[in-house]
Each structure stands twice: as structure tokens, then as C-alpha cells.
């Protein structure tokens, strides 16, 4: 029952420029709660890359950027690599759900 | 950064309970919020609920009536039981751990993840 609206998949050519857009509503990102992003490569667990809209984890490459702006938020991944191949998650806070959403998730390929 | 390791039946039959068991190493479980999310085979991830330290909770509405995560400090564990089971509840289970920061919160550590699988 995701409330966070992801593209199901984004492609683009290596060195290329990505983004992946997360769209929410008043109940939640435009709430004011802050946008997390995770990434996850198949067969392994969700790790985190962005937290708090825009801020990279210790060891994060700052080839991955995240902004809000509104009811949505966004991830961008600039000079894309074969390693960026995974699924993407959007996550924040519902007031409606009392509780955390994720997105519906993004699959990028590298071309 | 602290290590979470689930475990627990990896097949349980339907309308039963399912029981996972999620042990904190290298960190104290203390101070912190701790989370159940899980993924359905080719699926999203959803969060199931999370437990403080102290013991409160909070539960996803689509589960709350079947869903009770408890902790147990002293032994640095947190648990979740499901009941009344049906196949949809097929998923790798993970556990995680909440870093709030301002009201706002993110999952830093994971599992690996735990598959249950509901078939009779």
C-alpha cells in the first residue's frame, strides 16, 4: 500500500546523468517529514545512500544527490556506472499511517 | 555501525504464527528505535512496525492486528510474532535499526534478512 509514487524503471547509458522522482502528498513529504533513499542490489539487503534529503552516508560516492522540493523528492546518480545497476527506495514519514512509507521502488539499468 | 543478524523458522504453515527473532551485536540496543520491514518475493519493501528500547511500539495499520514486536535488552534481542498467516505473508523479513534525527527516521543498519515462506 505504498503512498510514495516511484517510475518503475529509469535507464541510461554509463557516465550518463539519472534521475529518479518520488512522489508523495500533504500527509507525508509535504508534511515536512525528510525524503531517505535506499539502494538495493538483488539478492541482498536495502543499504543507505541518502538520509535526510540530501545527505551522503560515510563512504556514499558523491555521485548520488538528493533533493525535495513540495509533495516530492528526487535522486539523481551523475556519471552512472555498471555498480549503480539495483533498485532504488524512496522512504519517509505518513501522518495518515502514523507510521513510515516506502516508495514504490525504481530498477535502474545501465545500458 | 552495529550488526543484525535474523533468525527464526523459515517455513510456517498457514494460520499459524510466525515468530522471528533479531540479535543486536556490536552496539548497544539501548537509546535506539529497532524496525521490522519486510519484501515479498519481486516485491516492495513494507514496514511491519517498530519497537524503543523502553518498550513502546508502534504498528503499520494494515497489520496492527496481528502484528507485536517485544524486546528483551539483556539479551540485546528484538522480536516480532505475525499470526494468522496466509501465503501473502511470504516475504524475506528484515531488521533494522531507526536513526531518528529532529522527529525524521532513517534505517542505517540492516539484516541480511530472513525468507519465510507460508505453505502447508
Known amino acids: 500500500q505504498s503512498v510514495l509514487t516511484q517510475p518503475p524503471s529509469v535507464s541510461g547509458a554509463p557516465g550518463q546523468r539519472v534521475t529518479i522522482s518520488c512522489t508523495g502528498s500533504?500527509?507525508?513529504?509535504?508534511?515536512?517529514?525528510?525524503v531517505h533513499w535506499y539502494q538495493q542490489i538483488p539478492g541482498t539487503a536495502p543499504k543507505l545512500l541518502i538520509f535526510?534529503?540530501?545527505n551522503r552516508p560515510s563512504g556514499v560516492p558523491d555521485r548520488f544527490s538528493g533533493s525535495k522540493s513540495g509533495t516530492a523528492a528526487s535522486l539523481a546518480i551523475t556519471g552512472l556506472q555498471a555498480e549503480d545497476e539495483a533498485d532504488y527506495y524512496c522512504?519517509?514519514?505518513?501522518?495518515?499511517?502514523?507510521?513510515?512509507?516506502f516508495g514504490t521502488g525504481t530498477t535502474v539499468t545501465v545500458l | 555501525q552495529v550488526r543484525l543478524q535474523e533468525s527464526g523458522p523459515g517455513l510456517v504453515k498457514p494460520s499459524e504464527t510466525l515468530s522471528l527473532t533479531c540479535t543486536v551485536s556490536?552496539?548497544?540496543?539501548?537509546?535506539?528505535?529497532w524496525s521490522w520491514i519486510r519484501q515479498p518475493p519481486g516485491k516492495g519493501l513494507e514496514w511491519l512496525g517498530y519497537?524503543?528500547?523502553?518498550?513502546?511500539?508502534n504498528y503499520n495499520p494494515s497489520l496492527k492486528s496481528r502484528v507485536s514486536i517485544s524486546i528483551v535488552t539483556s539479551k540485546s534481542q528484538f522480536s516480532l510474532k505475525l499470526n494468522s498467516v496466509t501465503a501473502a505473508d511470504t516475504a524475506v523479513y528484515y531488521c533494522?535499526?531507526?536513526?531518528?534525527?529532529?522527529?525524521?527516521?532513517?534505517?542505517?543498519?540492516w539484516g541480511q534478512g530472513a525468507l519465510v515462506t507460508v505453505s502447508s
Open positions: 533494522a535499526r531507526d536513526n531518528c534525527r529532529g522527529g525524521s527516521c532513517h534505517f542505517d543498519d
Open positions: 556490536g552496539g548497544s540496543i539501548n537509546g535506539h528505535y
Open positions: 519497537i524503543y528500547y523502553s518498550g513502546t511500539t
Open positions: 500533504r500527509s507525508n513529504i509535504g508534511a515536512g517529514f525528510d
Open positions: 535526510g534529503n540530501s
Open positions: 522512504q519517509s514519514f505518513d501522518t495518515g499511517l502514523s507510521g513510515y512509507v
